[in-house]
């Protein structure tokens, strides 16, 4: 009997391969620690719970005591709070797991031949001593048992690592220290901007390494003691005319689905209720007399056989009504419960003086502002966009966002020295463009400055256009009290007391 070769059934027994992450294909099919199998569903179900950010789940494989030393090490990172929709740095990340385990795996292999060789040369020395002690040589020494010394050996060894398992693995915990305690810093005043920065492993390190970065931690603390800063923010932004955004029933109802009964009255033949007319069929209860004298002719029974065969024979249409019940499926309104959500708000756009006159407090207020401002506008996706303005000619205009480019860009500014003259004029010309823009006609203006400076007529009555078109001019005045530039082209200016009483913010940023 001939038998042939069965591919698919030689492939079918490693289908479990596709459960592989491709990029990890190079590192788990290698491997030397446990069966293929083991390692392929381990990796998978670490992936999925690193992916959606919580620790590496109790799995079969490894034994214990080799992957107990890198798993250690993630929980004491707390690295799994940085992993969600990561897959590039969850990946890099197992990769570093896996070179543990294998590490791990070498050493406890090393390990058990150098006790073996121990036992072999104490089992050696024991004979020796034995011999010098008789004065003769030993007939029949001791034999040497190899599977059970490796046995004992590998007992020995087990119980020693058994006892360091809760020690953190030092190569993947010093890998990854500085990016996790970069990531915490960063997470700490941006939220999740790590993961807008898809985590780099040198990307936020770089971030704290910026000059930047050195203001931030400062201006937190400024932040922290003057709440009225975000309290300013807050009312930035229109709200969305309601023909752009949900209407007033969407917002009050939520759509729900239910599953409802439903009856239908449906005619069928199968309910003989009434008669309809006539229809050729082979159904003999209902076949017309003149069928009927056909069957009971001699000659002409075989004619009406074949006409029932062929379902030809005339009888009578009769049909009913029958009652379906069915569930179908049905979108309702009902009102939302608990608290309404907040409605969408429109973009801001921050102008900030940085003249000299700014420098001291004034400087350290406007930079607080703007960085509260881009962790805002990121939170709730709006758009952000920044004037900075000293002397005629000198108007700096960038979009905060927090994205890779935005971020250096925003500590940029955190990180320069204000100086120069005060051109508000020329300033607020550039914004009223924008305005002007529909994608930015929704926009709320806050305007930071000490106020020391005046407008034209024509650009104050161009300001006024806006703000009769429903545009907000809110005015952040600091140190200078008496009425200022702000007054005459804001509709709100605000003011705190509280700002010069702080203590140690009065110098010059960089002091």
Known sequence: ?????????????????????????AEVVP?????????????????????????????????????????????????????????????????????????????????????????????????????????????HPQTWDSEAAQQQAATEIHGQWAGRMSLADTEVKERWLENVRAWSEVYAVFGDLGELLGRGRNLCVGVLKHTGWKEVARLQRLLTQL????????????????????STAETIFKRVCRLEEERREVRTPLIPAETRGLIRSGDIPRMLPVEAVKFGHPKLRMLWHAARAERALLTYRVEGVETERTWVEREALEPSEGRKPRPKRGPMVVVVDTSGSMRGTPELVAKALVLEAARVAHAEKRRCLLFAFS??????????????????????????????????????????????????????????????????????????????????????????????????????????SSWMSLGGWGRTPGD
């Not at 069965?6 to 289908?15: E, G, I, K, L, T």
């Not at 490894?62 to 030393?69: D, R, V, W």
């Not at 009312?235 to 005319?241: A, C, F, I, S």
């Not at 860009?409 to 010309?429: K, M, N, Q, R, Y």
């Open 31 to 139: 491997h030397p620690v446990g069966e293929l199998k083991d390692r392929v569903r381990a990796v998978r179900q670490w992936r999925d719970a690193l992916l959606a950010g919580q620790p590496l789940p109790e799995v079969t494989w490894p034994p214990k005591h080799l992957g107990a030393s890198a798993r250690q090490a993630l929980v004491e990172l707390g690295i799994h709070r940085f992993t969600k929709d990561q897959p590039e740095l969850v990946d890099d990340l197992l990769r570093d797991v896996l070179r543990s385990i294998a590490g791990q795996d070498t050493q406890y292999k090393h390990d058990i031949a150098t006790r073996l060789a121990e036992l072999e040369a104490e089992l050696r020395s024991l004979d020796e001593r034995i011999e010098q002690k008789s004065k003769k040589k030993l007939t």
């Open 391 to 496: 002397g005629p000619g000198e108007v700096i205009e960038k979009e905060l966002s927090l994205s890779e480019t935005g971020i250096a860009e925003l500590l940029g500014f955190l990180g320069f020295s204000f100086w120069g003259g005060t051109d508000a004029d020329g300033v607020l010309g550039q914004v009223i463009v924008r305005l002007h823009e529909d994608s930015w006609k929704k926009a709320d203006v806050l305007m930071v400055s000490d106020g020391e400076w005046s407008s034209s007529p024509d650009r104050i009555q161009s300001v006024q256009f806006l703000r009769d078109q429903g545009t907000r001019f809110h005015g952040v005045q600091i140190g200078y009290q008496n009425r200022s530039g702000l007054n005459a082209v804001c509709d709100h200016v605000h003011t705190f």
């Open 227 to 246: 709440p009225q800063l975000r309290e300013v923010i807050e009312v930035l932004g229109q709200l969305k005319d309601k023909r752009e955004d949900e």
């Open 1 to 25: 009997m001939i038998r042939f070769f069965d591919a698919s059934a030689f492939y079918a027994q490693y289908d479990f391969i596709d459960q592989c992450p491709e990029s990890l294909i």
